[in-house]
């Protein structure tokens, strides 16, 4: 007999709408469109009713699924599909080359995960005080833009949101982007994973610390969020582990003969569709396996939560991977923002 668990306390944090929703069910007000270029994925999802299945803002969510940052490669074709969609959302929400912009990076830049966003904003080229001194004549293929990094309220005791509306209202920019570093319920996406959105962004959701929404409401200008998901938390990755495990034995029990000499690291089935019968999981996870994927992460989110031990997480080579994409993400918002730039 299963057993009945209180489940009232339990909630799947993540910033992502990817893992909200099975992308290929169609559901009333979400417009769902996808689309690959060379290994990378890109989903654009348009909620168009306030009040939503999904609880989300009305908007555009592009997400955008990619292999290894560190590869030249790969970052160069990243580099180019962002500065196409974000091109695109310009293009939405009716901004053009004379409007200015303020590049905002979200963050703690000692703490790695959460450096996307500073480390970012390092690197975007700005051209205000240039645009503010009489003498100079600025060439207009380079638009006129600020950027500033607001640190964590933990550090400056003000809310982010103000510090920003404060200078938004003082210098008045056209339009705001915004980047910070993300959560996700799935292992899969840590760090293959950008989401750009026309929504804006409430800092700190995705790790249980809320602050106030950045969006057109709050700041009274366009606000395009770009986000990485850098961490997950551990239940997350105990219950796609054990997800894992049973993939393992299910690749191994159907391909077994085939690849027996191939080494085991070179066996991918991290995609493998394949699937252990009812009384095969149960044999190998007893009770566990008669639950579904769900509840295995409901039962172990109730497990490690109340001990303290829900910790967040995130890969070990976190501070190489953070200066790759913080690099690919400071040169697709330079280019997209000014016709001219030139890595």
Not at 61 to 88: C, G, P, R, S
Not at 318 to 338: G, M, W
């Amino acid at each position: 007999m299963k057993q009945e668990k209180d489940l009232k306390n339990y909630s799947i944090r993540t910033d992502l709408i990817v893992d909200l929703f099975d992308v290929n069910q169609e559901e009333e007000g979400i417009l769902v469109k996808q689309e690959e270029k060379e290994d990378i994925k890109i989903l654009e999802v348009t909620i168009t009713k306030e009040k939503n299945k999904l609880n989300k803002k009305k908007g555009k969510y592009i997400t955008i699924t990619y292999q290894d940052v560190t590869d030249k490669k790969n970052a160069k074709n990243l580099e180019q599909v962002l500065v196409k969609e974000l091109k695109k959302i310009y293009v939405d929400l009716k901004i053009t080359d004379n409007m200015k912009c303020l590049v905002v990076g979200l963050g703690n830049r000692a703490s790695t995960p959460d450096a996307l966003g500073p480390k970012t904003i390092e690197q975007v080229l700005v051209t205000r005080y240039l645009y503010e001194i009489e003498e100079v004549e600025v060439d207009q293929s380079y638009r006129n833009v600020a950027s500033f990094i607001p640190g964590v309220t933990g550090n400056t005791g003000i809310e982010s949101s103000d510090i920003i509306l404060g200078i938004v209202e003082k210098i008045k920019p056209d339009f705001v982007i915004i980047v910070d570093a993300l959560a996700s319920s799935s292992m899969d996406r840590v760090n293959k994973t950008i989401q750009i959105t026309d929504s804006g962004i409430n800092p700190g959701s995705g790790v249980y610390n809320d602050r106030k929404e950045l969006s057109y409401e709050t700041l009274h200008v366009p606000v395009i969020s770009i986000g990485i998901p850098t961490v997950i938390e551990a239940f997350v990755l105990v219950s796609d582990t054990i997800q894992y495990l049973l993939k393992h034995f299910s690749y191994n029990k159907e391909n077994y003969q085939k690849n027996k000499l191939i080494p085991i690291t070179l066996r991918n089935y991290q995609h493998y569709e394949g699937e252990l019968s009812h009384q095969e999981k149960t044999k190998l996870l007893g009770e566990i396996g008669n639950l579904s994927e769900e509840e295995i992460k409901e039962l172990i989110f109730e497990v490690l939560t109340p001990i303290g031990y829900n910790m967040m997480v995130t890969p070990k080579e976190i501070d190489f991977v953070i200066d790759k994409t913080s690099e690919v993400l400071a040169n697709a918002i330079n280019q997209s923002l000014h016709k001219n730039f030139d890595i």
